[in-house]
């Protein structure tokens, strides 16, 4: 039961503070954070594999693989919003780019270069 | 008030994807009565721009392809900084208005000063619209009302003439064609005066092999949904 709260506020929360806030330095010291404690959880169940299914049990799910399954989802789903969010401002600022050059490039009618 | 002054200090804004076939007939029917046409040629692989070029439209050139929006957009910014022109017309590449509504249309802005015309299919005349596109445009307008607050008679027409006011209220951040949606926000939220005009829409075979499918309305109604959820960038 504490494992559904837990994934669906996490998710929900992800969600919302990844579309409301503005990447900043905050957010990005805690995305790195976040992914050095996922990284430490996947060592540690590497190192003992025990603790995965105790932490399992002591959250309310069966089995271990489970509860890695599970931690994965909010993962991927984090993961997919920051690239698309990313890949947005990237193609802002693409579009900012092109905008720039096209201007600076402006060709009049080829009968000006031409007639007079 | 003379007519042929205030087509002299308008703006014709052409975006153009891959019309080589269209644009030079395009370029050259506006070139008879506005002077100043540019073109935006958004990152074409054929040669729309030589052609536009050669029927006597100004070029501005994308390197890569951004979507019709971002073409607007920057046929917005050059009206803004490299001309003063008092007005700017939207109109597209492939041949389904007529230059005579764009002529019209700017008659009008004039008369009434209001800061944007929109050109309307639904109080005009549509030739050849196929079923399936009238019922979805149907639906887009209820939307478009429903979450601008103005009611417009027709929604997602390229035919428009903006003043210059309107046109610096623009900024569109909409690449693809989401920008239409995003043009009738600005209205409301830059509380713009507007007006609308009958034109005749022209779906020929070329204009509907050509055009947008009407799945289209699914990503443009993703691009509205991310754009407002999104934080202010």
């Not at chain 1, 603790?51 to 989802?73: F, K, M, Q, S, W």
């Not at chain 1, 997919?80 to 990313?86: E, F, G, N, P």
């Not at chain 2, 939307?143 to 103005?150: C, L």
């Amino acid at each position: 039961m504490i494992i559904r709260v837990f994934l669906l506020a996490s998710i929900v929360l992800a969600v919302v503070w990844l579309l409301r806030t503005r990447p900043s330095g905050t957010r990005l010291a805690v995305m790195r954070v976040a992914g050095f404690l996922v990284a430490a959880g996947a060592a540690a169940s590497v190192i003992a594999p025990g603790l995965v299914t105790d932490a399992a049990h002591l959250v309310g799910v069966r089995e271990g693989p489970n509860l890695i399954l599970y931690v994965l989802v909010v993962v991927f789903v984090f993961t997919t919003i920051v690239q698309s969010l990313r890949m947005r401002d990237l193609e802002r600022r693409l579009a900012q780019v092109v905008r720039a050059q096209a201007l600076a490039g402006a060709k009049p009618p080829a009968a000006v270069d031409t007639g007079r | 008030m003379n007519p042929s002054a205030a087509l002299d200090r308008t703006l014709v804004v052409v975006p153009t994807y891959n019309e080589a076939a269209m644009v030079g007939s395009v370029v050259t029917g506006l070139r008879e009565v506005f002077t100043h046409v540019v073109c935006v040629d958004d990152g074409s692989h054929d040669d729309s721009a030589a052609d536009a070029r050669a029927a006597g439209a100004t070029v501005l050139r994308h390197p890569v392809n951004l979507g019709q929006g971002a073409a607007l957009q920057t046929g917005f910014d050059y009206a803004l900084r490299h001309t003063d022109a008092s007005h700017v017309v939207t109109f597209d590449a492939d041949g389904q208005y007529l230059v005579s509504d764009a002529v019209a249309m700017v008659e009008l802005i004039e008369e009434t000063g209001v800061d944007i015309v929109l050109g309307s299919r639904n109080l005009g005349r549509t030739e050849g619209q196929p079923f399936a596109r009238r019922v979805l445009m149907a639906a887009a307008l209820r939307f478009s009302r429903r979450m601008t607050g103005i009611e417009l008679t027709d929604t997602h027409n390229g035919l428009r003439v903006l003043s210059r006011t309107a046109v610096a209220a623009m900024n569109l951040r909409q690449r693809g064609m989401a920008h239409a949606s995003e043009i009738e926000s600005r209205i409301a939220s830059a509380a713009l005066t507007w007006r609308e005009h009958p034109v005749t829409m022209c779906y020929s075979d070329y204009s509907r092999g050509k055009g947008q499918s009407n799945l289209n309305a699914l990503n443009i109604l993703f691009d509205l949904a991310s754009d407002r959820i999104g934080a202010p960038a």
